[in-house]
């Protein structure tokens, strides 16, 4: 197992701790993945790492870190499907990536590690580092929901506050990586993050013994959408399913440089000034792999959508009075997924994420 850059080719040892390519690549994992079947889901373990035959792991390191996560319900409501993702130990999806990437961090003897995040993912970091023994620092921009920050620092991490939007922080925090000899532990550039984003369609396959036609996920860096979009590559490959489904992917009105890149057929995000959003958790004015996320989407005849943001509260309503407490940025998917209706007439079959819970935003 190597990493393999996704520009030039070159390769590294996985042990390695430089965070991308000296071409400027982004590392993916060049190993052989099994074909998924059935047989090979341990159905002992009650959780996400059930598919650890078909994750790119170093070891049973993973045994003790893992904190239950993943195998969320489905739910039904409305003609819709939702996969009720939050009901995670850190109250979001990204701890399927966190398991993974910390695991491989205790694996290859990591002792302490810095990330930028939002709040979603730096709270999942945390939680495994300190699950792991290692040291956590987490950078954050400002504007940050407080109960993230208080979750992340009762984890034991250390929270770095930094002035500007989330690029920006992203740029502070890679700074101060290179600067030092802590490992970048981030959900954007280390491909172990994906390892473990994969597992939710693996989930979805086992649970409804089929994958819905329209899958609505959201796109800021791409965390989900790339290990979707993996996961959905290898049961096809493996003959599992015969057509791959429709991706509805979300972008905020405000934030869109995905969105407006498919506009024009463009292979790059598009640079722009951007607006402050509800969905914070998506706006990324910068997507470091946002060329790999388009050809996939190009690939794949993904839809770019927008939440329009003067909806994103009425769909946040709407699921808390069904019994769904979530957070904005996972109330702009349900927002996306009206207008992807109003602009394309109604759908059937269709399954959306709610990745992060409301008592992590709530005042």
Not at 86 to 100: E, I
Not at 333 to 345: P, Q, V
């Amino acid at each position: 197992m190597l990493f393999r850059c996704s520009k030039c080719g070159r390769t590294m040892p996985v042990t390695t701790a430089i965070p991308k390519c000296e071409c400027g690549g982004l590392w993916d994992i060049d190993w052989e993945i099994p074909s998924f079947e059935e047989s090979l889901i341990d159905t002992n373990i009650w959780g996400m790492f059930r598919y650890h035959n078909f994750m790119a792991l170093d070891d049973n390191a993973w045994k003790d870190i893992t904190l239950g996560e993943g195998f969320t319900p489905v739910i039904y409501l409305d003609n819709i499907l939702y996969k009720m993702d939050y009901m995670m130990p850190t109250l979001s999806f990204k701890d399927r990536g966190a398991a993974v990437l910390i695991s491989h961090c205790k694996s290859i003897g990591v002792k302490s590690v810095v990330q930028d995040s939002s709040g979603n993912a730096g709270c999942s970091v945390a939680a495994y580092s300190a699950r792991a023994g290692i040291n956590c620092t987490i950078y954050v921009p400002e504007g940050t929901p407080r109960n993230k920050i208080n979750m992340i620092t009762s984890y034991g991490a250390k929270v770095v506050t930094v002035e500007g939007d989330r690029d920006h922080c992203a740029d502070i925090c890679r700074e101060a990586a290179l600067k030092s000899d802590v490992y970048y532990a981030t959900h954007v550039y280390n491909p172990f993050f994906y390892e473990g984003t994969k597992t939710y369609i693996y989930e979805v396959f086992e649970q409804l013994h089929r994958i819905p036609e329209h899958l609505v996920i959201p796109v800021g860096n791409g965390t989900l959408f790339l290990g979707c979009v993996y996961a959905l590559e290898h049961l096809q490959k493996s003959s599992q399913i015969d057509h791959f489904p429709h991706i509805i992917a979300v972008q905020s009105e405000y934030c869109d440089p995905l969105f407006r890149a498919a506009e024009i057929g463009s292979n790059k995000p598009v640079s722009y000034s951007f607006l402050p959003t509800l969905a914070e958790g998506i706006a990324i004015g910068r997507p470091m792999r946002g060329k790999e996320i388009l050809r996939l989407a190009y690939k794949h005849n993904v839809t770019f959508v927008h939440a329009p943001e003067g909806e994103i509260k009425k769909a946040k309503e709407y699921l808390a009075n069904n019994g769904l407490y979530i957070e904005e940025t996972t109330a702009a998917n349900l927002a996306g997924f009206r207008e992807y209706c109003r602009i394309n007439g109604d759908v059937k079959d269709c399954l959306i994420t709610l990745c992060g819970s409301g008592l992590k935003t709530a005042d």
